[in-house]
């Protein structure tokens, strides 16, 4: 019985002894392993590594989010094309809706969308978002959209009120009429074989009074421009 | 390393996923978390209308095309990367210095809800551009920036490895 309670008090003494540190140790990778701390802050460097010695950087100021610009080509090259989108809101007789976000994107000359690719950073070409003003109106530079098999070719909108709350996601289709901008552009270089015209698209097939076409001016030489209204509830 | 009259050096790219959470303290971070969340609500209403899912992963899991919320949450944090100056945060050599540059960045949402901002947590993943891994020292990494110029002295630094820094990608390079 003593030499039972000796062993005992000495395994604890030991346990005392050498898991201390080892527990010590394994608090700290268990810190540092967990994801909820935040990863830069969890980490060993907070007990075991040399503390920074740099000099802090500038003070983070708040920033826009990346889609926050009117010019949204960022490189991309095709004709020009000036979008004119003003809201409506329909509950108060489709008189112009100041402040509203709305967000825009489009594929490229190509038919290709900004998307992550493999490994880099990421692009968010063609891709922009704007606040309405007094008169309901929002505006972007851009190219003329191409298009890619399936669809015609549109531009997609997403109208918020100013808190973000979604009002409306719908898609502006261009007319197709001869001499249209959208037969002028002819497709870039991929023609307009295999094209999806609006009437088939399953997206604007049920637009038969053609309220989601907009009207778009303009040549290649000085660039197009679109007028769009959108009215949301 | 020599082998058969010829010399060879290995080329390592290291990545750093830095995880940002309501928890994380620092200004920059609280704004990436902020700015990310208020991203995330606004994009996801695109992949969940009728406000059926809160959860991120039940959105992945139920909502055609929400694993692009990833890319499209990212624009709420570009304007916060670009002024990093391509130099990775929080790590530094052995004597506390920032000495990594990283080459690119992806973003990704690690979990989010749309009523319980508290859920919200994303990741930064910065790889660097090529170092040369001269040697292992102790627990650390004997490192320098990539160059062509093979015999001049080069600035080395060493760097301890820690949890959500790795080792991304090896190349053993033939030199002359």
Same mark, same amino acid.
């Given at each position: 019985m003593e030499r039972k309670r000796f062993l005992k008090q000495g395994m604890a003494a030991l346990g005392i002894a050498f898991v201390t540190p080892m527990t010590a140790c394994k608090k700290n990778d268990a810190t540092t392993d967990n994801s909820e701390n935040g990863g830069t802050e969890g980490t060993g460097s907070e007990t075991c590594a040399v503390a920074p010695t740099e000099t802090e950087g500038p003070y983070p100021s708040k920033n826009p989010s990346a889609y926050v610009r009117s010019d949204i080509t960022d490189g991309r090259s095709g004709y020009k094309l000036t979008v004119n989108i003003t809201i409506g809101k329909v509950s108060n007789n489709c008189s112009p809706l100041e402040g509203a976000v709305v967000d825009v994107w489009h594929c490229d000359a190509d038919g290709n969308y900004s998307e992550y690719s493999s490994g880099s950073t990421s692009l968010h070409f063609l891709r922009g978002r704007q606040t309405t003003d007094a008169g309901g109106l929002v505006t972007f530079t851009t190219i003329f959209p191409g298009w890619y098999q399936g669809r015609a070719t549109h531009i997609h909108v997403h109208v918020f009120n100013a808190s973000g709350t979604s009002l409306k996601v719908t898609q502006i289709a261009f007319p197709e009429n001869s001499g249209s901008a959208l037969l002028t552009v002819n497709g870039y270089n991929k023609g307009m074989k295999g094209y999806t015209y609006n009437a088939q698209d399953n997206v604007f097939a049920d637009d038969t009074t053609g309220v989601e076409i907009a009207t778009v001016t303009g040549n290649t030489t000085n660039g197009f421009s679109l007028v769009h209204n959108i009215n949301v509830p | 390393m020599e082998e058969t009259g010829k010399m060879y050096r290995k080329v390592i790219t290291l990545c750093y996923r830095k995880i940002i959470d309501a928890?994380? %303290?620092?200004r920059w971070e609280k704004l990436v978390f902020e700015d990310s969340y208020a991203e995330f609500l606004i994009q996801s209403q695109l992949y969940n209308p009728e406000k059926k899912y809160t959860r991120f992963s039940d959105m992945l899991q139920y909502a055609p095309g929400a694993e692009k919320l990833h890319f499209l949450v990212s624009a709420s944090v570009i304007n916060y990367v670009? %002024?990093?100056?391509n130099r990775m945060p929080d790590i530094t050599n052995n004597l506390g210095k920032s000495f990594l540059h990283f080459q690119h960045y992806f973003f990704e949402i690690i979990n989010s809800d749309i009523r319980d901002r508290l859920v919200h947590s994303i990741a930064i993943n910065f790889c660097s551009s090529p170092l040369i891994w001269h040697d292992t020292v102790g627990d650390y990494l004997l490192l320098s920036e990539k160059k062509d110029n093979t015999l001049e002295e080069v600035q080395t630094d060493i760097l301890q490895l820690r949890p959500f820094l790795s080792i991304h990608s090896l190349q053993t390079e033939q030199y002359d």
């Open positions: - | 928890r994380s %303290p620092g670009k %002024p990093l100056n």
